[in-house]
């Protein structure tokens, strides 16, 4: 049964740092790639970053240079490292991995605000 836990969300300020973090079981997490989604209130749900089993990475253009997707493979954890974080990077976010099925975990909430 796949399982995803998603952490390390909260209140920032403006151009302040988070490290989100999702923990994976169910799938030989090795095998597959991983992606940070995040949906902000009214909006929908959005690619943020994705990372394949190679360690190659992608990221939307609102955050290059700014997010860093990685994982552990000993630990089936994926990691989101958010920098100089501004007022509209405030949503859910959310990790998901490159599986047949769709799977999502409860999310995080990120909130970036002076």
């Known amino acids: 049964q796949v399982q995803l836990v998603e952490s390390g969300g909260g209140l920032v300020q403006p151009g302040g740092s988070l490290r989100l973090t999702c923990a994976a079981t169910?799938?030989?997490?090795?095998?597959?790639?991983m992606s940070w989604y995040r949906q902000a209130p009214g909006k929908e749900r959005e690619l943020v970053a994705v990372?394949?089993?190679?360690?190659?990475?992608n990221y939307a253009d609102s955050v290059k240079g700014r997010f860093t997707i990685s994982m552990d493979n000993a630990k089936n954890t994926v990691y989101l490292q958010m920098n100089s974080l501004k007022p509209d990077d405030t949503a859910v976010y959310y990790c998901?991995?490159?599986?047949?099925?769709?799977?999502w975990g409860q999310g995080t909430q990120v909130t970036v605000s002076s």
């Open positions: 998901r991995p490159a599986l047949p099925r769709d799977y």
């Open positions: 990372i394949d089993s190679a360690g190659y990475t």
């Open positions: 169910g799938f030989t997490f090795s095998r597959y790639g």
